[in-house]
């Protein structure tokens, strides 16, 4: 039998698909021309990865009008923007005092009264998706320009927003939005345009790989970090707290802050699950590894990281760090009391993006280990090991690796479903529906280990990856209680966010009217189609209907961050 020819395809790099396709040669010399980009070093550019080829194929150049509005307080972004000309304004308000959600193209969460919520009982449509035309009048503060995922919101009267609100001006020359794109992190303030500015957008790749071959860029980026974040996240740390202005300068200066993995870690995710090559820690970066001996604690800002360790001849999951989780200070303690060198117990890998702050044994050692002295160390440890550790061995073992191997720990309202409790009467599907206009927002099915299902279900995640290319901020979390929800009026249905899901979790809808029929655009004709998902009945009293309406307790929204409420939930 002949053997089959090999075929020769093109492998996919790092810029196959370019952060934007149309620019020139001339728009890159402009670049080059102006600073800091003008100070860099070619030179410290070797292989593929040139300076013109970060600002050609991971950067673009933005226009804006007056009252663009570029970054929203909240949303989450991969990228920075540098002022290439002209300016841009940041709000300063405190947040939740600053703009309205509605002004920036969010929705306002509305709980319906008692006899609305009674009333679903017999006057939800009997159509899907029925929608109010009505609705879709833009609030008289916004506009909107552009069209498809280039469609922009913008403030209507952007003298009234300067008027009432405390703002500060980001002049060319300047960069913002970087700790955010680097430290996968929410944005801590809305920006918008005040007049016509040009912008350059840096995807986190190209502003990563500036950072490591130009020193000013990185002391500026770090410089912004120390000032911006760093204190108020080490003020958070339990066991910092207690320190003087002084000692926190001091600590503020020693920390390091570290990153790991990737950052559009879904789609990466996606293609390892269709390749079958999914399991395994293999494709993690590993942070640490069992049986070094640490030289510091690493305290997790962002992201999910995964704690194994050997067995036989592999690595078995024993647990998972999120953000404010500490990893290496039971073995520092350990030493600490015992007077000798104790190894690493668990190795740290990077599942997606992980950024992490590290703080040298030095440190730890002067403001917390010699204040209580050896025996007061034990006992200041153990508190801090039971909130800074996640692993408990209440929880089997497979169970925590099924979690992990499909990041199903991403969830702060993972939906999970006792089998063994479950009848398939089909009552929470049945409450979804009644809840959101006899339309059900999940399916009773899904991935199954032993006798837990996690059912397809928006899980609420710590990192909303699907909130990333949303162009006009429609999926956001709410700030307030954290749920992460759609606000169909501003969804212009180009299923990004159903894209980035790594959960399947988001659906694309063809919406109709009253009278049944298809609600169309009027330019196209074309039927308009929406974004829907779970969006924990924010608008029902008593919280998610499907978990009321469980007649045998199987059914439970779990945040996953309360391993203990987890493990407290398996063991009933």
Not at 183 to 195: E, I, L, Y
Not at 263 to 289: C, N, S, T
Not at 319 to 330: M, S
Request: net charge neutral.
């Amino acid at each position: 039998m002949p053997r089959p020819s090999a075929e020769s395809v093109r492998a996919v790099e790092r810029w196959s698909v370019p952060f934007s396709p149309k620019r020139s040669d001339e728009d890159i010399d402009r670049l080059l021309a102006i600073e800091p980009f003008s100070l860099i070093d070619e030179r410290k550019f070797s292989g593929r990865v040139t300076l013109r080829g970060i600002l050609k194929n991971d950067a673009r150049i933005v226009k804006c009008e007056d009252g663009d509005i570029l970054v929203r307080e909240g949303d989450w972004g991969n990228s920075a923007f540098f002022v290439i000309s002209g300016s841009v304004r940041v709000e300063i308000e405190p947040s939740g005092k600053g703009l309205p959600d509605e002004v920036l193209g969010r929705s306002k969460p509305k709980r319906k009264g008692l006899f609305q919520a009674i009333a679903q009982l017999w006057r939800n449509p009997s159509r899907p998706e029925v929608r109010d035309a009505a609705s879709y009048q833009i609030d008289p503060r916004l506009g909107t320009r552009g069209g498809g995922d280039r469609t922009r919101i913008y403030l209507q009267d952007v003298s009234v927003v300067l008027d009432k609100y405390r703002t500060a001006t980001i002049h060319a020359g300047q960069f913002f939005g970087e700790l955010s794109a680097l430290g996968r992190t929410p944005r801590t303030a809305t920006v918008f345009a005040v007049g016509k500015a040009e912008l350059l957008e840096i995807r986190w790749q190209g502003l990563r790989d500036l950072m490591r071959r130009d020193e000013s860029l990185q002391r500026r980026i770090d410089m912004v970090f120390r000032e911006r974040a760093l204190e108020s996240f080490l003020r958070d740390t339990p066991m910092f707290r207690h320190l003087s202005e002084e000692e926190m300068r001091r600590l503020v200066a020693e920390a390091q802050f570290q990153a790991y993995g990737q950052y559009d870690w879904a789609m990466p995710f996606k293609r390892l699950v269709q390749a079958g090559e999914a399991a395994g820690v293999e494709h993690e970066p590993l942070i640490e590894e069992e049986g070094h001996y640490p030289n510091g604690v690493l305290l997790v800002r962002s992201g999910l990281a995964r704690l194994s360790q050997r067995y036989h001849h592999g690595h078995r999951t024993v647990g998972y760090l999120t953000a404010g989780h500490v990893y290496g200070f039971e073995e520092l303690v350990e030493g600490w009391r015992s007077r000798a060198s104790v190894p690493l117990k668990y190795s740290l890998r990077a599942i997606g993006n992980v950024g992490v702050v590290f703080i040298a044994t030095p440190l730890i050692e002067a403001f917390v280990l010699k204040r209580s002295g050896p025996a007061g160390a034990g006992r200041r440890a153990r508190p801090a090991a039971a909130t800074s550790s996640p692993y408990t061995s209440r929880i089997e073992p497979d169970l925590v690796e099924f979690l992990v191997e499909n990041r199903f720990v991403n969830g702060t309202a993972t939906m999970l479903i006792d089998l063994d409790r479950c009848t398939r009467c089909d009552d929470c599907v049945r409450a979804c529906a009644a809840a959101h206009d006899n339309n059900p927002r999940f399916l009773r099915h899904g991935p199954v280990h032993d006798h837990i299902m996690v059912a397809n279900a928006c899980m609420h995640c710590q990192d909303p990856v699907c909130m990333i290319e949303c162009p006009t901020g429609a999926i956001h979390r709410d700030l307030h209680e954290g749920q992460v929800v759609i606000n169909d009026q501003t969804c212009i249905g180009c299923g990004a966010c159903a894209k980035n899901c790594p959960y399947d979790a988001i659906r694309m809808v063809e919406i109709r009217h009253a009278s049944g029929g298809f609600m169309c655009d009027e330019t196209t004709h074309a039927p308009i189609v929406k974004a829907t998902k779970c969006d924990l009945c924010v608008d029902q009293w008593g919280g998610p209907a499907c978990q009321r309406a469980c007649p045998h307790d199987a059914l439970v929204r779990m945040d996953m961050r309360k391993v203990q409420s987890l493990a407290n939930w398996q063991n009933r």
